[in-house]
């Protein structure tokens, strides 16, 4: 296990400046510095899921954890580092907030922009407008709309079944607008999708759609067996082992069942 | 303030019994009666909420705890009861699933239909079959969904503005989806969406969602100020005093801008 | 910082399966070593705050966190290895059911029961019955319990003031439940209540209580300034970082009010 040794006094703060391109908190206690150590100086310095796929994971845990100042920073050092494009970021808070909720998404939304600002004004340049909604790439006509979304539901879930439309949940709900619109949208790949969807569902701790969007992930060889290894340690470092511990036994699981389906 | 005293023994069962239609949980230890008398002897009984308002605080709470046992048992004393009926149910796990992320509503709507059909069974008669999804109520064309969800956002928040169109999360989720169809199904009435909202922004705890939900649930006098004390005692037994405090502190507020703009 | 080398192949399994008493998760991948070795050969051995103390931060986090297996776990070796008795067990999910929410607690409560009689059946030994609900050591006339609960309220909280009677919320729930049952009952003492409270209001993160706990338990005395310290690594290595630096902010905040208090 290529874990360095931590014993370097230190390391933590010189690792998160790097990264978040501020200061680490200064006085930190000691009880914070092993935190600070173990998250930046080891976890995010790890081979095996690359540094723009990690924020993909940090950043809807942040943004569940409603953590402000954290996500602030967050935010702030993916689009300064240019990990992550401003279009990027903001489809990245749709697909959050579809899977964590509304109102969580606000802030996210609200911080965003509030960072977006701030670094063009520092920079003393204007922010630049954003990419207009329409016209919208999926169909408008509702039984053509529900088409595609069943189409989308099968090709990213990776199944062969439909969910039924005339339930509001999952008609109105899932078919409409989670498949048949938002999963479309061009402004994120499909493997930063998944990450974003992966870290989703294991802090939401649904005991079924954790089953599926693994198994997904890994079917459709949008996200390797290594990467998915790599995202349950950068998801526990943000979210705590208790459910990353769910999330490994999944994995390993989703895992066995993909090679049996390969074979 | 009607409460009634709780020295009496068995009361939270037979409370729980009478509301939930099943025997309350055998050999409850004696920590786990304290609460039983609570919630179910106290504070279901209380005046200044109906009884089929507090289940659409309830239900939110026990669907975002992921407590699958419970859930069960609310979804199925609900139906059976007659205080919400089938359609009312699924619509209200579309809302919630909204306001709390798809992945947590996906047991809640496995488990409405779980109950449904058990229901059914038991009583030796075939399940009705649900709701048609089409036709939506709602325009087609994205630019007049887009129009409708201006005006709709603007009636259920109780506000002048209008959030941007062009930015993902307020522009294709916000606009076009969440108040451009999900509100304006018919599924539902103000209060009944009012009361689950409230329940979803109280435990999803974002900073600000909290407060303009609240302020436009009184506001629109869809609830009365005494009705959002309840909800909030409900929201408290429910999901735990910390949450609840909040609620409180906003719902004060909000009282005191509300009968200002009033006076 | 006293952070031990991290390098040693190992060392996270058996730190694991010491304090457990199961073996550590077999086949475990390189990113769950690494987290395994940080959580249980470093957090958990560290000195500050004792083996006991932590379980009662550590068992709030894993039931807050659905995550069943751990919880499981987490029982057990705190019953088998002797930390805590059934009552105190049982007695910690009262009081982590009044800060969490009864749903999520109810997971917690049947896990405790499976586990104390897994125990006695491995043992060979019946189980003992359980302690007495009656009499309840609070009064039973409202006026009584309210006025005890006010006291109960301005003691726990280091404050003088006390909430208003005539509101659901407060006089039904927080005074005449919460303070004027919940925390006087005998089965826990005020320093394992105090970690309790901490670690739920750090997750449940609303934005008072978590100033109001942190304060109270370092101004009664019931938690030195050290062992808050040890509880925000303890709680961040359980409930992710993010979280956990606002705990720490708290923290340092309220030492420092405090500490002009009591100069």
């Known amino acids: 296990m290529p874990v360095p040794p931590s014993d370097e006094s230190g390391r933590g703060e010189r690792a998160f400046s790097t990264l978040m391109a501020v200061p680490a908190p200064a006085g930190t206690p000691p009880a914070a510095e092993a935190m600070l150590d173990f998250v930046f100086a080891q976890v995010w310095q790890r081979p095996g899921l690359s540094r723009r ?13 409603d953590a402000e100042q954290p996500l602030r920073e967050h935010v702030r050092a993916a689009l300064v580092g240019g990990d992550l494009t401003i279009d990027e970021m903001r489809e990245a808070v749709l697909h959050f907030a579809v899977y964590s909720g509304w109102p969580k998404a606000s802030l996210f939304n609200m911080i965003v922009d509030e960072q977006w600002d701030r670094i063009h004004q520092e920079r003393g340049e204007p922010v630049p407008p954003a990419k207009p909604l329409l016209p919208l790439t999926t169909p408008s006509d509702p039984e053509a709309r529900l088409l595609v979304g069943e189409q989308a539901f099968r090709d990213v879930n990776c199944v062969p079944y439909i969910p039924v439309r005339d339930n509001p949940y999952s008609g109105a709900g899932i078919l409409n607008f989670v498949f048949g619109e938002m999963w479309l949208r061009p402004g994120l790949g499909m493997k930063e999708r998944r990450l974003i969807t992966v870290a989703c569902v294991a802090f939401q701790d649904a005991p079924y759609p954790i089953l599926s969007h693994v198994y997904a992930a890994l079917k459709s060889r949008d996200v390797s067996f290594d990467e998915m290894d790599e995202l349950a340690l950068h998801f526990g470092a943000y979210y705590g082992w208790p459910k990353a511990s769910r999330l490994m036994q ?6 066995q069942r993909v090679t049996a389906e390969w074979a």
């Open 53 to 65: 796929d990690r924020w993909f994971v940090a950043l809807p845990c942040v943004a569940a954890a």
């Open 250 to 255: 999944v994995i390993d699981e989703q895992k």
